[in-house]
């Protein structure tokens, strides 16, 4: 097989797939409940609609709240569903040398086989959508999402522990397997290893640590990373972990990493305990910036970091608190087919 690379998020994009909520724990209990639903992920759908054509693929049942709520916003393309992550249930473009695009198929199972999670439906959309992109499909010999990982571009991966070496996802697997598994598929040569995710996403309804709540590539050698400064809330450990794995380590290219430190919101809890709000969590596509925002005072600054971080795009930030109450964020819910290269 070619040699195959998976661009870093700043490059050029197509377009961007999503996936319309339509049943389980997502849409909740309750019509008013599948309506916030409904109304975040088409918030959503409808900002990054202003840099990049979105596809939207919708379970047939749901068709017509869709359109009810995105109108000629977005292309629809109609497949049953379980669940909305895309991020997670879709495919991971990469190009070979001679620019030809493959599609990824990470093998999706529930994230672990979580006892909630159903994915009979979503374990065959990262097919359906590598056939929409015109993508050779190329499966995995590992399960992994693609929230369980963020590359630079130029040979790096961040990725948790916790996710990769989950026995749900990948029992008896080592982390050389799963990094050679990233250099077969990403073209990656250096994994920087974090431990574990943030609480919230380590417990019950959670993805047990995806790495794209906690650290990103802002581009090649500089990282933004999740910092809780409320010592009170137990995400203030973890942050402190991560700067410190990140400022001990290097990149494929050998450089020591600069590193962003992005503040938490300031709110520590909700109903359900402790918050993994994040503005980590966002999706850079084009000339814009995606980002998540909590109607609290760290939205501003997040913005302002973020602006600073990805200069001469347009921060566009929107209300991430259903998505965060439901298990993620706009970074979740999105994934970015790579521009077409010309040469």
Known sequence: MPELRMPVETEAHERIFMAF????????????????????????????SAFTPVTMVVDPASEAAARRHLGDAVSYCLHPLDDAWMRDSGPSFVRTAQGQLKAVNWNFNGWGAQSWASW????????????????????????????GIHVDGE??????????????????KTE?????????????????????????????????????????????????????QDPRHPDHAISQAVRARLEQ?????????????????????DAEGWVDY??????????????????????HQAASILAAAYPGREVASVDARELFARGGGIHCITQQLPATERG
């Open 249 to 269: 380590s290097t990149d494929a290219q050998g450089r020591t990493l600069e590193l962003i430190a992005v503040p938490a919101p300031t709110v520590l809890r």
């Open 155 to 172: 040979g790096t991966v961040l990725a948790t522990r916790s996710v990769q070496l989950d026995p749900g996802r990948n029992p008896g």
């Open 21 to 48: 909520p339509s049943g389980g724990y997502t849409l909740g209990e309750t019509e008013a409940q599948a309506e916030a639903a409904r109304a975040a992920w088409s918030a959503v759908a409808r900002a990054v």
């Open 176 to 228: 050389k397997d799963i990094e050679d598994e990233f250099a077969r598929l990403l073209g990656t040569r250096k994994t920087i290893w974090l431990d574990r995710g943030l609480s919230r996403d380590n417990e019950e309804f959670g993805t047990r640590g995806h790495v794209d709540i906690v650290a990103c590539f802002a581009r090649p050698g500089v990282v933004l990373y999740h910092d809780q």
């Open 278 to 299: 994040s503005y980590i969590n966002h999706l850079v596509t084009n000339g814009g910036v995606i980002a998540c925002s909590f109607d609290d005072p760290n939205d």
């Open 120 to 147: 009979d439906k979503d374990r065959l959309v990262a097919g359906h959508v590598a056939r929409l992109a015109g993508a050779e499909e190329i499966r995995a010999s590992i399960t992994n999402e693609g929230g």
